[in-house]
């Protein structure tokens, strides 16, 4: 069955210091890959999305995340992390089986230390 | 454009009793999904609806159930409630069936 996987389930960095979330994939083909955001009793927001083409893909606030077939693996990246950023991140896979279907990883989240 | 909006926001319900939750969709996005996340579980995915029919359903008990109306916006329905279904319901909007969801802020239901 395909699924996804955040192998972190929390993350703690310094403000200013560079960040990598990391999320696995099972699924035969190339399939849609998505990063979310989440703040406390908020909903989902956007980050970034990889369909085809370039595996460095850039995101809103400073965020990108590279595709790697070879390693079914879609990383989160960002070179200086803000205190702003502490959140719960959800890694996202499209797929179709029939009919289009999406799934969600667990989630990491992340604390930033002042 | 205005985002996905979701209401109420937050809701207090006791055993037994049954609740609406309503979801708008960004204007011209056809595709409405529904999810119920909780500390334990996480984002578990409940039914997406398209253009007014039922694409996918997730492993839920029928007392889940959803639908979806002409200018696509949705609603989903829990019958007699249990203390397990206390959550927050997030409903996500997509232009077509196969792109990125964009999520409301969700409805936090408990249930006592």
């Known amino acids: 069955a395909q699924s996804v996987t955040q192998p972190d389930i929390h993350i703690t960095v310094s403000e200013g210091a560079s960040l990598e979330l990391r999320c696995n994939y099972s699924?035969?083909?190339?399939?849609?890959l998505f990063w979310y955001v989440q703040s406390p009793g908020q909903g989902l927001q956007l980050l970034l999305k990889?369909?085809?083409?370039?595996?460095l893909v850039q995101g809103i606030k400073g965020f990108e995340a590279e595709f790697k077939r070879s390693q079914s693996s879609f990383n989160l990246r960002k070179p200086s992390v803000h205190w702003s950023d502490a959140a719960e991140y959800f890694c996202?896979?499209?797929?179709?089986?029939?009919?289009?279907?999406?799934?969600f990883g667990t989630g990491t989240r992340l604390k930033v230390l002042a | 454009k205005a985002g996905v909006t979701q209401t109420p926001r937050y809701l207090i319900k006791t055993r037994g009793q049954q609740v609406t939750l309503s979801c708008s969709p960004i204007?011209?996005?056809?595709?409405v999904s529904w999810y119920q996340q909780t500390p334990g579980q996480g984002l578990q995915f409940l039914f997406e609806?398209?253009?007014?029919?039922?694409?996918n359903k997730g492993n839920f008990p029928g007392r889940f159930s959803g639908r979806q109306f002409s200018n696509s916006r949705s609603e989903m329905n829990v019958s007699t409630l249990e203390l397990g279904d206390s959550a927050l319901y997030l409903c996500?909007?997509?232009?077509?069936?196969?792109?990125?969801?964009?999520f409301g802020p969700g409805t936090r239901l408990t249930v006592t």
């Open positions: 990889y369909f085809s083409g370039d595996t």
């Open positions: 609806y398209f253009s007014e029919t039922q694409r």
């Open positions: 204007s011209g996005h056809r595709s």
């Open positions: 996500a909007s997509s232009l077509s069936v196969s792109g990125e969801q964009y």
């Open positions: 996202a896979v499209g797929y179709t089986s029939g009919t289009y279907k999406y799934i």
């Open positions: 699924y035969g083909a190339t399939p849609y």
